[in-house]
């Protein structure tokens, strides 16, 4: 599965601004306030955004894969 996009979703929680994501993954997310997406993320590494959305302690890293219009990843 080939990631197409990545995002803040804190329709559940809020980010808490941990930095986890930004120390997994800092070619993806940075951490100045909140957590944000750079532009034009380095989608192709897909592995150490899972890691990050997976080490977010709240959830509000979202993934869609492959194109699917919707969040693929539990929050």
């Known amino acids: 599965m080939a990631v197409t ?3 803040l979703d804190e329709s559940e929680n809020e980010c808490t601004m941990c930095g986890a994501c930004e120390a997994t ?4 997310f ?3 306030e909140k957590m944000v997406v750079k532009n034009s993320p380095k ?7 899972v890691e990050a959305a997976e080490g977010c302690p709240v959830g509000t890293i979202a993934i ?3 194109g699917s219009g919707k969040r693929d990843n539990p929050m």
């Open 30 to 32: 940075e951490v100045p």
């Open 64 to 66: 869609e894969y492959d």
């Open 43 to 49: 989608l192709e590494l897909t592995d150490e955004i």
């Open 25 to 28: 993954c800092p070619e993806v």
């Open 5 to 7: 996009k990545v995002w």
